[in-house]
T-cell receptor, first 110, second 113 residues
Framework: QKEVEQNSGPLSVPEGAIASLNCTYSDRVSQSFFWYRQYSGKSPELIMSIYSNGDKEDGRFTAQLNKASQYVSLLIRDSQPSDSATYLCAVATGFQKLVFGTGTRLLVSP | EAQVTQNPRYLITVTGKKLTVTCSQNMNHEYMSWYRQDPGLGLRQIYYSMNVEVTDKGDVPEGYKVSRKEKRNFPLILESPSPNQTSLYFC????????????FGPGTRLTVT
């Protein structure tokens, strides 16, 4: 079982819709979770971090964490074509090591 | 401007010819790390450094060396590159002690023939 799993996609949504990206992880002691956005040919960019169960909102982005289910998600409201990218979930393991998922490709159509 | 820089950005080389990819950050970060990114495998950590003169292996250290003589610089050395080291390489740094919330350089695309 991979430490961090994401559906590779692509996830296709129309402009203005809500995009929901999901991630599961295997290490129960993980305490810190991150979402990175990576445009094609570019480097990953940190967009959200979440440390506690529940929701964390930042503009159009909401990160949701459920440690009991070992599940973290990212919601993007009012999706724009400029949101089209690969979204990487990263989880800090018990040894404070950052493990990345392979990413979900999001396509937002005008 | 706060940033992580890498050089070169693109490199084509031949098997066995030693090369160094430089990484520098101007944010006074203690933690620095090297990753490689391959299709279907995602980002995998090669080496990381918690501070000057402190380095440790990540998940895929074979065939790579690093050094951390100054806080701002963290070069990646391939003593004898092989075709399986053809990849996209990223350097990252973090202000957090545990190396979390990492900020990435622009990447170096390496091809070994």
């Amino acid at each position: 079982q991979k430490e961090v799993e994401q559906n590779s996609g692509p996830l296709s949504v129309p402009e203005g819709a809500i995009a929901s990206l999901n991630c599961t992880y295997s290490d129960r002691v993980s305490q810190s979770f991150f979402w990175y956005r990576q445009y094609s040919g570019k480097s990953p960019e940190l967009i959200m971090s979440i440390y506690s169960n529940g929701d964390k909102e930042d503009g159009r982005f909401t990160a949701q964490l459920n440690k009991a289910s070992q599940y973290v998600s990212l919601l993007i409201r009012d999706s724009q074509p400029s949101d089209s990218a690969t979204y990487l979930c990263a989880v800090a393991t018990g040894f404070q090591k950052l493990v990345f998922g392979t990413g979900t490709r999001l396509l937002v159509s005008p | 401007e706060a940033q992580v820089t890498q050089n070169p950005r693109y490199l084509i080389t031949v098997t066995g010819k030693k090369l160094t990819v430089t990484c520098s950050q101007n944010m006074n970060h203690e933690y620095m790390s090297w990753y490689r990114q391959d299709p279907g495998l995602g980002l995998r950590q090669i080496y990381y450094s918690m501070n000057v003169e402190v380095t440790d292996k990540g998940d895929v250290p074979e065939g790579y060396k690093v050094s951390r003589k100054e806080k701002r610089n963290f070069p990646l050395i391939l003593e004898s590159p092989s075709p399986n080291q053809t990849s996209l390489y990223f350097c990252a740094s973090s202000f957090k002690r545990g190396g979390l919330e990492q900020y990435f350089g622009p990447g170096t695309r390496l091809t070994v023939t």
